[in-house]
């Protein structure tokens, strides 16, 4: 919970992203300070030598993807694109990784994730933390008849099924919080429900907490909600 309350004490908007954060972080871990100019270089352009494709030729130029497959990275806490770029790849004493697609399958991103050394995740994340999100050009709600149901869940949860609030979380207008809490405002829909789905059926097992929402939610909670966080700004 300190982690939880410290981290609201710094929210920011979106757009400023976590930069003045990840510095103070960098010097706390005792690691060299991350460097955007090579994060940008290796999204932009991969590293053949390692199998490592550019990260922009699916998440889109500066982290603002255009396919609905690929979610958008721009404006993401560090932390949190850190973080799932381990969760793609088993870690020490575990057999599978903690975030897998549907039926168990290895995520797309786990060959990108597995070459990607500590210094990258640094980089790659400060990076994209301190991009914008194309605000204009990103999904947007679009299915009228569930809008209402959509904010209600997003603003109020589920007091019977005692699904919290999302806004508690990923902040009022779905920016997310810097430290750990993940921007959906503008992110793809389809990618949305897909991620609250794989929560539940613990495919994507990297989060107790998220488990125990999408646990208690059903498809059309899902739709509905997820409809409504991509409209947010
Ligand atoms: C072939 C397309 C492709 C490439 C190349 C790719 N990604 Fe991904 N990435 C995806 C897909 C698809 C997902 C969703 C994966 C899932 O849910 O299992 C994803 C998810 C992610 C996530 C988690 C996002 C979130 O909101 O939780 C991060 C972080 C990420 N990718 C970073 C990168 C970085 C950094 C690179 C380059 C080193 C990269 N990706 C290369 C397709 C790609
Ligand atoms: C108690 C805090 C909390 C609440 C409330 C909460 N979330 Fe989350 N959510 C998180 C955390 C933490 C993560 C990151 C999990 C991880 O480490 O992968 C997350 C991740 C997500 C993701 C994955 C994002 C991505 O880019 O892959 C989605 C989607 C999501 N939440 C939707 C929701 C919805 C919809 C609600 C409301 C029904 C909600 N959350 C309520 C804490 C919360």
């Given at each position: 919970?300190?982690?939880v309350?410290s981290?609201?004490?710094?929210?920011?908007?979106?757009?400023?992203?976590?930069?003045?954060?990840?510095v103070?972080?960098a010097?706390?871990?005792?690691?060299?300070?991350?460097?955007?100019?090579?994060?940008?270089?290796?999204?932009?352009?991969?590293?053949?030598d390692?199998?490592?494709i550019?990260?922009a030729?699916c998440?889109?130029?500066?982290?603002?993807?255009?396919m609905?497959?690929?979610p958008?990275?721009?404006?993401m806490?560090h932390?949190?694109?850190?973080?799932?770029?381990?969760?793609?790849v088993p870690?020490e004493?575990?057999?599978?990784a903690?975030?897998l697609?549907?039926?168990?399958?290895?995520s797309?991103?786990?060959?990108?994730?597995?070459?990607l050394?500590?210094?990258?995740?640094a980089n790659?994340?400060?990076?994209?933390a301190?991009?914008?999100l194309?605000?204009?050009?990103?999904?947007a709600?679009?299915?009228?008849d569930?809008?209402?149901?959509?904010?209600?869940?997003?603003?109020g949860?589920?007091a019977d099924?005692?699904?919290p609030?999302?806004?508690?979380?990923?902040?009022?207008s779905?920016?997310?919080?810097p430290?750990?809490f993940?921007?959906?405002?503008?992110?793809?829909p389809?990618?949305?429900s897909?991620q609250?789905?794989?929560?539940r059926?613990?495919?994507?097992?990297?989060?107790?907490?998220m488990?125990?929402i999408?646990?208690?939610?059903?498809?059309?909670?899902?739709?509905?909600?997820?409809?409504?966080?991509?409209?947010l700004?």
């Open positions: 919970m300190k982690r309350l981290s609201m004490v710094i929210t920011g908007s979106m757009l400023l992203g976590s930069s003045v954060a990840t103070a972080w010097q706390e871990m005792d690691m060299p300070a991350p460097d955007a100019d090579k994060g940008e270089e290796l999204y932009t352009n991969g590293d053949s390692r199998g490592i550019s990260c030729s998440h889109g130029d500066a982290g603002n993807s255009t609905s497959d690929n958008s990275l721009a404006g806490p932390e949190y694109i850190s973080k799932q770029l381990l969760d793609f870690q004493g575990h057999d599978k903690a975030r697609g549907e039926g168990g399958a290895d797309v991103m786990a060959p990108f994730a597995a070459a050394e500590e210094e990258d995740r790659l994340a400060y990076y994209l301190t991009q914008t194309d605000a204009d050009n990103a999904p709600a679009t299915d009228e569930t809008m209402e149901r959509g904010q209600e869940i997003w603003r949860g589920i099924r005692k699904v609030a999302c806004a508690a979380c990923h902040g009022a779905g920016e997310g919080i430290g750990e993940p921007r959906l405002a503008g992110q793809f389809e990618y949305i897909q609250l789905k794989l929560f059926s613990a495919d994507r097992d990297n989060s107790d907490m488990h125990d999408a646990d208690r939610m059903s498809d059309s909670d899902i739709a509905a909600v997820a409809d409504y966080a991509a409209g700004r």
